[in-house]
């Protein structure tokens, strides 16, 4: 049941009708007891970067998941970002940390790794030849 002592994890994007996030969350959320909610949160482009800035201003909002378009321009917005988001060049979740200040991280390849595991996929010594581009060094 959502009440004054629910945390709010946004999840922003644009269009919402898409977002999966709010149906995998919510009834893990609900099954163990976790007073959490995972709410769609439609921004534009236009408005993104003021409307993300407000929504760190609510007292009950823990963090974050972003979503296309705003991948890319999350990453100029949050106080510190994680190697693999850095080494991304995106940024797909936000924790508001208890200092105040925002942490942007990236996980949709980890995403993908385990769910080509769970259709059985065997990755352990798999070679990949690397891309020709150069990726930034981690800070």
């Avoid at 004054?4 to 919510?26: D, Q, R, V």
């Avoid at 800035?53 to 378009?69: K, S, V």
């Avoid at 390849?109 to 020709?132: D, H, M, N, T, Y």
Wanted: glycine residues 10%; contains cysteine; hydrophobic residues 45%.
């Amino acid at each position: 049941m959502i009440d004054g002592k629910t945390t709010l994890i946004a999840h922003i994007g644009y269009p919402t009708e898409s977002f999966k996030a709010p149906m995998i969350y919510n009834p893990w959320f609900a099954q163990r007891g976790i007073n959490a909610v995972v709410v769609p949160m439609g921004l534009k482009a236009e408005h993104f970067a003021d409307g993300f800035r407000a929504l760190f201003r609510l007292t009950n909002l823990r963090g974050a998941l972003i979503t296309m378009p705003h991948k890319v321009s999350t990453m100029a917005l949050v106080d510190a970002l994680t190697p693999t988001a850095r080494i991304a060049g995106a940024c797909n979740a936000v924790l508001l940390r208890d200092d105040g200040t925002l942490l942007g991280d990236q996980f949709d390849g980890a995403g993908f790794v385990r769910g080509i595991q769970r259709k059985g996929c065997q990755l352990e010594g798999a070679w990949v030849r690397p891309s020709p581009r150069r990726w930034p060094a981690p800070a």
